[in-house]
């Protein structure tokens, strides 16, 4: 893959003297999609895209030019609408799954088109989003991709119930440990092809 994309963000990242987990932390990505990009390996979507133009202060339209084909490997994303429990949820993710994409969105509309336009293997979402709600939306998740995992976060252990009801792979209890995830993915619905936890 031409690096020309990356290079262009890693020279914009540094100008702007943002290190590569500040502008994860502003993207709502991990540091390794950072990292990922900037070596070539990967190209956000739109909407992350969208994300990074505006950490970095400049117009998305900068990035139009140096864009390639962009790789099949699965993505994992993180839907909370708190935006500290977010980046706690996605610092976790990191440090289980080094090498993985990770994604995360406070806005469940963001998220569905996200899903509707990229190939996501796992959904880490929570269940009381404002006005939204975690089971329909896994319903709408799972509309847009049948074979999607996803696996519920809340603080609530009452919800277990209704959640398994609905498809889900799993349900964790807020906040995250690396080992309770590791239980969760070693029992996900649908194998992801391409995508190690080990």
């Known amino acids: 893959m031409d690096n020309s994309f990356g290079a262009l963000i890693k020279k ?48 998305v339209s900068v990035f139009t030019n140096s864009l390639d084909a962009s790789d099949t490997q699965a993505d994992i994303i993180v839907l909370d609408d708190e935006r500290i429990l977010l980046q706690g949820a996605i610092s976790v993710l990191e440090e289980t799954l080094p090498g993985v994409n990770i994604t995360g969105f406070t806005k469940p509309s963001e998220a569905l088109a996200y899903v509707e336009s990229n190939d996501v293997g796992i959904i880490f979402l929570d269940i009381e989003l404002g006005n939204e709600n975690g089971l329909d939306l896994c319903k709408q998740f799972l ?37 309770d995830i590791k239980k969760q993915l070693s029992s996900l619905r649908h194998p992801i092809q391409g995508m190690s936890f080990i």
């Open 12 to 59: 914009l990242r540094t100008e702007s003297q943002l290190s590569q987990q500040d502008l994860a932390d502003k993207a709502f990505v991990s540091r390794c999609s950072v990292a990922n990009w900037e070596s070539g390996r990967r190209v956000p979507d739109l909407v992350i895209m969208s994300r990074i133009a505006k950490a970095l202060n400049v117009d």
């Open 143 to 179: 509309r847009l991709n049948p074979l999607v995992n996803i696996i519920f976060l809340t603080s609530h252990s009452d919800y277990a119930l209704d959640a398994w009801k609905t498809g889900a792979s799993g349900y964790l209890l807020k906040p995250l440990h690396a080992e």
